[in-house]
């Protein structure tokens, strides 16, 4: 291993999320080796301990726990940082007991995966950044997209880091956020742009349909099975398959849907023989998951499979600054010769929009139509939207009962602070929260204050 700059060591049994993090470590100056398990990993620390192990926890054969017990039996200092999907207190304490110096829980944000690897190794033994992975975003790419807002500028941003890897990526939001938008830039941004993009929505499909649909059938394998049928992950091989409503897909169906995700083979229904396949699977949800799996409706392992990389779409009422573009991009997009009011926009930008941008690209499409003029009024506006309360309405009381609330919740991050001398790991067990979630808390604290 180099002896210039630090070396990491990245442990996981899953290609695609190893080489998605050597990607990100390298970019932030880090020498990478990588190991497919903890067996091969053990054997290289043996012959040249790194300066840090980032390790997934749950492997076949010797886990990451084994694997920190019988690395730090050879080199006492070395340190772990642990990674695993399977988020439990039990297993973070296990960790740090056995003297792991952090873990994180997948999906791991790729910010946080560098910043926790630079605290671990200590700032004077960190190389300088060299940007980000990917550099910018070409503007190609983003052409007839409209994200002009600081929350979308992150979510495209996170998505063109991802988009060069094999890493199945999770798009999470409420309906209508523009999930598949993202889904076809993933495709567009990656290696496999040339190749198909094939999506499917597991909800419009009738469930005794969904398996022929997904992997195909042989000709006579059920009533009107009357010649062969390819199925959408044959007609992914080379490219992406976007699977949206995931969350609606059929318990029975669950199992055949984990095994090509794992193996990247299908079996079409009526065959006994797999084929196997080369694809990218983005899959899309607006609904929780992980309550999903606590209820038995959603298998905990497919779930795990699939939430490789998390990226969630935030609402529209949330980036209300990019209501006004968006509103005449589709306006626009229908009839350029039309212009909004300043009143119309108003009334756009204090509406809720409960469908999100779907529902606004529906109401702009209804305006193109019905506005005989060429400046919109706010009486060309859908009765929602003209009828509808301001958004601030009411909103002193919420805002003082959620001042209350995060007065009490900021004042019980600082004591777990004290408690624990900064250690935000500790804290963040202490406080029953992820790292994660703690160090976004306290991301919030600093910019307000």
Known sequence: MSAGQPTILVVDD???????????????????????GGGTALEKIRRQPPALVVSDIRMPGLSGLELLREARALHPGLPFLLVTAYASVKDAVQALKLGAVDYLEKPVDLDELAAA????????????????????IPPQLMAGTVAESAAMR???????????????????????????????????????AAGPFVAVNCAAIPAALLASELFGHRRGAFTGAVAD??????????GTLFLDEIGDMPADLQPSLLRAIETGRVTPVGSDTERELDFRLVAATNRNLQEAVAEGRFREDLYYRLNVINIELPPL???????????????????????????????LVEYPWPGNVRELANAMERVAVLARNELVMPEHLPPAVRNAAP???????????LKTLRESEDAAIRRALEQTNGNQT?????????????????NRLRFEH
């Open 317 to 347: 009422r949330l980036r209300r600054e990019e209501i006004p573009p968006l509103a005449r991009h589709f306006l626009r997009g229908r009839d350029p010769s039309k212009r909004l009011s300043a009143a119309a926009l108003r009334l």
């Open 426 to 442: 500790r804290a963040a067990l202490l406080l029953g929260i992820s790292r994660r979630t703690l160090i976004n808390k306290l």
């Open 229 to 238: 049928r390819n199925g959408c992950f044959r007609e992914a091989h080379g």
């Open 391 to 401: 958004a601030t309405a009411g909103a002193v009381t919420e805002e003082a009962e």
């Open 117 to 136: 690897v630079r605290d671990a190794i200590g700032p004077e033994c960190c190389p300088a950044q060299t940007g980000a992975p990917g550099g910018e």
């Open 154 to 192: 992150a979510v495209f941003a996170d998505a063109w880091r991802v988009a060069r890897s094999r890493a199945t990526v999770l798009l999470t939001g409420e309906s209508g956020t523009g999930k598949e938008v993202l889904a076809r830039f993933l495709h567009n941004a990656s290696p496999r």
């Open 14 to 36: 899953e290609r695609p999320l190893r080489e998605l993090f050597a990607d990100v470590l390298r970019t932030a100056g880090f020498t990478v080796e990588l190991a497919d």
